[in-house]
T-cell receptor, first 114, second 118 residues
Framework: AQSVAQPEDQVNVAEGNPLTVKCTYS??????LFWYVQYPNRGLQFLLK??????LVKGSYGFEAEFNKSQTSFHLKKPSALVSDSALYFC????????????FGAGTTVTVRA | GAVVSQHPSWVICKSGTSVKIECRSL??????MFWYRQFPKQSLMLMAT?????????EQGVEKDKFLINHASLTLSTLTVTSAHPEDSSFYIC??????????????FGPGTRLTVL
């Protein structure tokens, strides 16, 4: 069965500092990995995905993520966080053989203080 | 591009009534749509997978007679909560998977519908 884990419920950083949100995954085959962001009372916004190719994936709003197969990780990063990055972040994995269903992590609340 | 809308954005209803939520892909055709439920400060729970022109596939533990899903076209799926009760109060989110093209692997999410059953 496919699954992802987000080990941190909350991440707090100061504006301008680097931001990292951790995610590890477990799949039987090749992983299809995604990051989404959710603002209060809103749906999820797609940030980036890893399907194949370069391990460093660049996405929206200055975010990037690094796929590490040996560590089964897909951490989300931003070099310089903004207050507006404060939101709930979800990592998700899809097993293509599983009818394109996404399995989500529990979510990590990011708070960027001014 | 890849915009998904939901209507209504919020709804309050009395216990025992039925509520219909629409999910539309506005600028693309969606082979598959998904319905999720989210409780406060929790992750998304997949309720069912909806394929155009066929019956929805429900996840284990989800009552298909209570949560009726219809995927009438490649741009519209509806979720009807029948005989709603207060425990059905939740945030319902749909997503759509684009048919064909290089973005087939991405699900695009709607803004969600907040349902409150009194």
């Amino acid at each position: 069965a496919q699954s992802v884990a987000q080990p941190e419920d909350q991440v707090n950083v100061a504006e301008g500092n680097p931001l990292t949100v951790k995610c590890t995954y477990s799949v039987s085959g090749n992983p299809y990995l995604f990051w989404y962001v959710q603002y209060p009372n809103r749906g999820l916004q797609f940030l980036l995905k890893y399907i194949t190719g370069d391990n460093l994936v660049k996405g929206s709003y200055g975010f990037e993520a690094e796929f590490n197969k040996s560590q089964t990780s897909f951490h989300l990063k931003k070099p310089s966080a903004l207050v507006s990055d404060s939101a709930l972040y979800f990592c998700a994995v899809r097993d293509k053989a599983n009818d394109y269903k996404l399995s989500f992590g529990a979510g990590t609340t990011v708070t960027v203080r001014a | 591009g890849a915009v998904v809308s939901q209507h209504p954005s919020w709804v309050i209803c009395k216990s025992g009534t039925s509520v219909k939520i629409e999910c539309r892909s506005l600028d693309f055709q969606a082979t598959t749509m998904f319905w999720y439920r989210q409780f406060p400060k929790q992750s998304l729970m997949l309720m069912a997978t909806s394929n155009e022109g066929s019956k929805a596939t429900y996840e284990q533990g989800v009552e298909k007679d209570k949560f009726l899903i219809n995927h009438a076209s490649l741009t519209l799926s509806t979720l009807t909560v029948t005989s709603a009760h207060p425990e059905d109060s939740s945030f319902y989110i749909c997503s759509a998977r684009m048919a064909g093209g290089s973005r087939t692997d991405t699900q695009y999410f709607g803004p969600g519908t907040r349902l409150t059953v009194l």
